[in-house]
C-alpha cells in the first residue's frame, strides 16, 4: 500500500507542475476568502460547516492552500481540540476546485498534512469512501468508538464532533495509535 500510495502522491506532485499548481502552507488568508471557505463548507454536504471565526481559529494551526495563478483552488485545515491537557487535531476543510479534482490533489493535501501533524494525535472523521480510503493509504488505523476513552467520547460529543458510526468512521494516525491505550488511561483517571 505505501508503494501505491508514493506513486499516487509522486503523480498529483507532477500533475502540479505540469499545471502551475503550488502548494504552500500558511497561517494567513484574507477575510473575503475565508468568508468564501466558510459559505462553501456551509452548501457542501460533504463538508462540516466552518464559520469564519472557526476557520481564522483554525488557521493559528496553518493550512495548506493549492494555488494557481494566485487563486486558491483546494484547500486543508488543521482544527484543533482540546482534551485535558491535550491537543488533538482532526483534518477539516478539504476541497479541491471541481476542475482539479480526479487528480488526487485532495490525497495530496491530506498527505501534506499529516506529515506536518505525525507526531501529534490527528483524527479524521467522514463518511466519504474516499477519504476512508485515503486515510489508509496515508498509514492512518479504522477506530471504533469502543477503542476511545469515554473521555475523549463526550469532549468529541460536546464539540459536536462525534458522529453517527454506521455513516462515519474514525481514522487515527500511526502517533496517536501508538499512544491510544496510554491516553485512554489518563483520561480515564480524570473521571
Known amino acids: 500500500m505505501n508503494i501505491e500510495k508514493n506513486t499516487v502522491v509522486e503523480e498529483a506532485k507532477a500533475y502540479c507542475e505540469a499545471q502551475g499548481l503550488e502548494v504552500v502552507f500558511t497561517h494567513e488568508i484574507s477575510k473575503t476568502h475565508l468568508q468564501i471557505i466558510s459559505e462553501r ?16 481559529d ?3 494551526n496553518g493550512c495548506y492552500l493549492l494555488m494557481k495563478d494566485g487563486e486558491i483552488v483546494g484547500h486543508i485545515f488543521a482544527h ?8 488533538v487535531y482532526e483534518r477539516s476543510s478539504l476541497w479541491v476546485q471541481k476542475a482539479y479534482r480526479n ?34 493509504l496515508l498509514g492512518m488505523r479504522h477506530i471504533t468508538l469502543k477503542d476511545l476513552s469515554p473521555v475523549l467520547i463526550e469532549t468529541l460529543e460536546k464539540l459536536g464532533k462525534l458522529r453517527d458510526e454506521y455513516k462515519y468512521k474514525y481514522y487515527v ?3 496517536f495509535e501508538s499512544k491510544i491505550n496510554q491516553f485512554n488511561k489518563i483520561l480515564k483517571s480524570k473521571i
Not at 498527505?111 to 489508509?136: G, P, Y
Open 41 to 56: 463548507t456551509k452548501h457542501l454536504p460533504a463538508m462540516y460547516h466552518a464559520s469564519v471565526g472557526m476557520l481564522l
Open 58 to 60: 483554525r488557521l493559528k
Open 80 to 87: 484543533r481540540h482540546t482534551i485535558d491537557k491535550y491537543s
Open 103 to 136: 487528480n488526487n490533489l485532495g490525497l495530496l493535501l491530506m498527505d501534506f498534512l499529516t506529515k506536518k501533524f505525525s507526531k501529534e494525535f490527528l483524527i479524521s472523521i467522514a463518511q466519504d469512501q474516499t477519504v476512508h480510503h485515503n486515510n489508509e
Open 173 to 175: 494516525n500511526p502517533y
